[in-house]
């Protein structure tokens, strides 16, 4: 009951504290210099890579949980798994509709298949495919999606360092980096929007994973009551 009950708390806190941040948002962001070439559209840049910071976060929470679970059998750290994946889809959602949008006026066409793009859309879908795996796999289907979502967490460097490693139209990760000293009046609002998603993300995982707890505990009576 007590853990049930500091749960809610910083759920509650966690959520007061997104939606200032995400109220906020707007005011810094527009406040923030127009970029020289691409002009207003550039401001999509405050969602489009958050977004998929977060994205890569909660697949590597995936991965890691899953490596727990498939190697020494966690129910706790499967049922974390499930609930990152869940957040990974949605968050590089985020991700893939915020980048075309940008795409079309600062490259002039909405989709390149370039080795970024494609290699995030890959990542999408494998986290998909294990939320699928997961919904209609049948008995065993979570030490498979197990396997999907390390396999998912592995992928996830190459998606970064893609734009380092091929010629590619997409900014290099040093964009970010530098804005800290080219661009102070752009880094600001950056870290606010990134911070203002990385507690959003923090908020749906601690409810996603009550959820799945809470839904366990439901299971395990079910059964129990079976046996009877």
């Known amino acids: 009951m007590i853990c ?3 749960s809610q708390r910083m759920f509650a806190a966690l959520s007061v504290a997104g939606l200032v941040m995400f109220a906020a948002a707007p005011l810094l962001i527009a406040q923030a210099p127009y970029e020289s070439t691409m002009g207003l ?3 999509i840049f405050y969602f489009h890579v958050p977004g998929w910071i977060v994205m890569f976060l909660a697949v590597f929470i995936a991965g ?3 490596a727990i679970h498939l190697f020494r059998n966690r ?10 994946a869940e957040l990974a889809v949605v968050f590089g959602l985020i991700g893939l509709v915020t980048g075309p949008l940008w795409a079309i006026k600062a490259w002039g066409v909405w989709w390149q298949w370039e080795p970024r ?5 890959i990542l999408e879908l494998t986290m998909c495919a294990y939320l699928l795996l997961r919904r209609y796999g049948g008995p065993g289907s979570d030490k498979l999606a197990a396997g999907v979502a390390i396999f998912a967490m592995a992928n996830v460097p190459f998606v970064y360092l893609s734009v380092n490693i091929w010629r590619t139209i997409h900014p290099a990760t040093s964009v970010v980096p530098q804005l800290a000293g080219s661009a102070p009046g752009m880094f600001g609002p950056f870290v606010w929007c990134a911070v203002a998603f990385l507690v ?3 908020a749906m995982m601690a409810a996603r994973t009550r959820l ?3 839904r366990a ?3 395990r009576l079910h059964l129990a009551l079976e046996e009877r």
């Open 4 to 6: 049930m009950m500091q």
């Open 64 to 66: 890691i949980a899953s």
């Open 212 to 214: 799945e707890a809470q």
């Open 41 to 43: 559209i550039q401001k």
């Open 117 to 121: 793009l494609t290699m995030s859309l």
């Open 75 to 84: 129910p706790a750290a499967d049922r974390l798994a499930l609930a990152a």
């Open 200 to 202: 959003l993300f923090t």
């Open 217 to 219: 505990h439901v299971e």
